[in-house]
């Protein structure tokens, strides 16, 4: 499985500010998937990324709120925006290689104060 | 929109007692289904995809197409199996669909 590393791996973070999360795969992948696992709770696909054109994002989920960037095919950034304290989670970044299963990382850890 | 259900929360077992943590999706399509497995303070880890139709760990996982389940079971429970077991299915892009989550507890 190809090796995901995420930057960085945890932060606090005061409200009303914004960061980015780095997503670099060891290998080029056409898709990368962004997911948000809130505490206690299972994972939520927050968008699709694929490198050229803009990101898919899903229902409950905007542009605005949680930009995303694909320059290129081993590398994916996330930005959350206008932090509150909802969006402590675990962000996750998972390559997508067609048929095969997607493995995960260790993801972002966020608080917000 | 497709569905995974884990109706329960948590499943508490004791050590050698059989186990089957269940899983049902919805999908007109063919399915793709995952059993996922979260240790203690550890990444998620892939733990069975349905095609591979393979044994991880002792855990087997059957895909019945009649009664949509993807029903996880191991028939003697240890208690490192303590974690969180997520069911997912494949999404249109590709992506995962989970469910929420059935929290393992094996006791000793």
């Known amino acids: 499985s190809a090796v995901i590393s995420q930057k960085p791996s945890r932060d606090i973070c005061q409200r009303g500010t914004s960061l980015t999360i780095q997503c670099q795969v060891d290998s080029q992948v056409t898709m990368m998937f962004w997911y948000r696992q809130q505490p206690g709770q299972s994972l939520t696909l927050i968008a699709t990324?694929?490198?050229?054109?803009?990101?898919?994002?899903e229902s409950g989920f905007v542009i605005d709120k949680f930009p995303i960037s694909r320059p290129n095919l081993t590398f994916s950034t996330l930005t959350v925006s206008n932090m509150s304290p909802e969006d402590s989670s675990i962000y996750l970044c998972?390559?997508?290689?067609?048929?095969?299963?997607?493995?995960f990382g260790d993801g972002t850890r966020l608080s917000i104060l | 929109a497709q569905r995974v259900t884990q109706p329960e929360k948590l499943l508490s077992v004791f050590k050698g007692a059989p186990v089957e943590l269940k899983c049902n999706y919805s999908y007109s399509g063919s399915p793709e289904l995952f059993w996922y497995v979260q240790y203690s303070r550890q990444r998620l880890q892939l733990l069975l995809r349905?095609?591979s139709r393979e044994s991880i760990k002792g855990f087997t996982a059957d895909l019945n197409k009649g009664e949509t389940s993807f029903h996880l079971k191991k028939p003697f429970a240890q208690e490192e199996d303590s974690a969180m077991y997520y069911c997912?299915?494949?999404?249109?892009?590709?992506?995962?669909?989970f469910g929420k989550g059935t929290k393992l507890s094996v006791k000793p």
């Open positions: 998972s390559p997508g290689f067609g048929n095969q299963p997607q493995h």
């Open positions: 990324a694929n490198q050229g054109s803009e990101a898919t994002y």
């Open positions: 997912a299915n494949g999404g249109s892009q590709g992506n995962l669909i």
């Open positions: 349905h095609i």
